[in-house]
T-cell receptor, first 117, second 115 residues
Framework: AQKVTQAQTEISVVEKEDVTLDCVYE???????LFWYKQPPSGELVFLIR??????QNEISGRYSWNFQKSTSSFNFTITASQVVDSAVYFC??????????????FGTGTRLKVLA | EAGVVQSPRYKIIEKKQPVAFWCNPI?????LYWYLQNLGQGPELLIR????????DSQLPKDRFSAERLKGVDSTLKIQPAELGDSAVYLC?????????????FGPGTRLTVL
């Protein structure tokens, strides 16, 4: 069954602290795609990263980094030196193929990050 | 490049009234999605269009919800009649291609309140 679990409902950190948001997924496919989105208070989901199942290299973009581990079915997201502007809800999503041959995009329930000044 | 445009941003209606949401995807994007997002939850797909064709509407409550994407560009999602439980944010997204690897880009959403 296709599933995305973000067990952390809410995290609060003090500015400049590092924080890791966890994402665990379930899929039967060997080819799939994982995504992270940011949803600030304005409501619009902002795309952050896409990763395919064949590329397990970790990625770094500025203060953001992602750790993809197929062995544990996890795709965790770390923000280094957090800032108040990082406060938002972060969603992990999985895209894989359904039994009918089409693809399905499934989102986790999100993790609300609060960065305190 | 303009992003996904949605209107209205907010809508308040009485139950049993009809309501419609409009979405204009990113220019050139072939696939359009409508999602429902309840408070504290992730988006859930209602319907996906590839060009003008609805290729996945399995989660759309067809007794009261309808959607169309005429000419394969703009799309309208309608609820008639609205129920209290329909209060949520309705998100529209688009992607360039028609495969699962394509990144979806989201609009700001329409927040619906049914009284």
């Amino acid at each position: 069954a296709q599933k995305v679990t973000q067990a952390q409902t809410e995290i609060s950190v003090v500015e400049k602290e590092d924080v890791t948001l966890d994402c665990v997924y379930e899929t039967r496919d060997t080819t799939y795609y994982l995504f992270w989105y940011k949803q600030p208070p304005s409501g619009e989901l902002v795309f952050l990263i896409r990763r395919n199942s064949f590329d397990e290299q970790n990625e770094i973009s500025g203060r953001y980094s992602w750790n993809f581990q197929k062995s544990t079915s996890s795709f965790n997201f770390t923000i280094t030196a957090s800032q108040v502007v990082d406060s938002a809800v972060y969603f992990c999503a999985l895209s894989d193929t359904t039994t009918s041959g089409t693809y399905k995009y499934i989102f986790g329930t999100g993790t609300r990050l609060k960065v305190l000044a | 490049e303009a992003g996904v445009v949605q209107s209205p941003r907010y809508k308040i209606i009485e139950k049993k009234q009809p309501v419609a949401f409009w979405c204009n995807p990113i220019s050139g994007h072939n696939t359009l999605y409508w999602y429902l997002q309840n408070l504290g939850q992730g988006p859930e797909l209602l319907i996906r269009y590839e060009n003008e064709e609805a290729v996945d509407d399995s989660q759309l409550p067809k007794d009261r919800f309808s959607a169309e994407r005429l000419k394969g560009v703009d799309s309208t999602l309608k609820i008639q009649p609205a129920e209290l439980g329909d209060s949520a944010v309705y998100l529209c997204a688009s992607s360039l291609g028609t495969s699962g690897r394509d990144t979806q880009y989201f609009g700001p959403g329409t927040r619906l309140t049914v009284l």
